[in-house]
């Protein structure tokens, strides 16, 4: 991104503001009558978002294109080889089709040479990956344990005394079957012993 003289006068100006508010208050001697450093501050803003926008359409533009070339390979091997080499100094990232397509391709010394770059970016691009990752995993706060404190009114305020449990209810025990027939009792087992009769009297001889 390329800014026209104006445009770093009015850039350096935000910067000089940024660090030292007090310089708002002070008039630059490089601006002209009636300059209004806000309003082209809010200028400046909107070119550089502009800007950026446009250098996004260009890259999906460029993605798109080479993605084109990439599926008609090995036809489209030259004009494939030309719009990598456009991608990556948009900042593209060898995907794996790109590595892909060079190793099929590196019978040639351009493809065996952007081969070698993009495997360097990838092995980059991987280590920056797991990097953030890593960052990103001890930013995360450890919770600490805490330490649990008895209430007032508690069991220990009672000398920690505890009611005794009641003890749970014996289950009962089956009926025994009933059979079919009664069960006899003791006395229909043990009859009661007879007396014996006593011996006739003697009659008196008449």
């Known amino acids: 991104m390329a800014f026209s003289a104006d445009e770093l006068r009015v850039l350096r100006r935000a910067l000089a503001i940024a660090l030292n508010p007090d310089q708002s ?3 630059d001697p490089a601006d002209g009558p009636g300059t209004n450093t806000a309003q082209e501050c809010l200028r400046l803003a909107q070119s550089v978002d502009e800007a950026v926008r446009e250098a996004g359409r260009l890259r999906a533009f460029l993605l798109a294109d080479l993605a ?37 391709l590196r019978r040639t010394p351009l493809s065996a040479a952007l081969l070698e770059r993009c495997q360097g970016l990838a092995e980059e691009s991987v280590r920056a990956r797991l990097a953030d990752r890593a960052a990103a995993r001890a930013a995360v706060p450890t919770p600490a344990r805490v330490r649990l404190h008895a209430l007032p009114g508690g069991r220990a305020a ?25 069960i006899p ?18 009659r008196a001889a008449g």
Do not use: C, N, W
């Open 25 to 27: 208050r002070r008039a």
């Open 68 to 104: 084109r070339y990439r599926d008609a390979l090995p036809g489209s091997a030259s004009g494939y080889l030309e719009r990598l080499q456009d991608a990556l100094a948009a900042g593209h990232d060898p995907a794996p089709e790109d590595l892909a397509a060079l190793r099929s």
């Open 158 to 182: 009672a000398g920690d005394k505890q009611e005794p449990r009641p003890a749970p209810p014996k289950p009962a025990r089956p009926a025994a079957p009933r059979p079919d027939r009664p």
């Open 185 to 202: 009792t003791p006395g229909e087992v043990f009859p009661p012993r007879r007396r014996p009769a006593p011996p006739p009297e003697k």
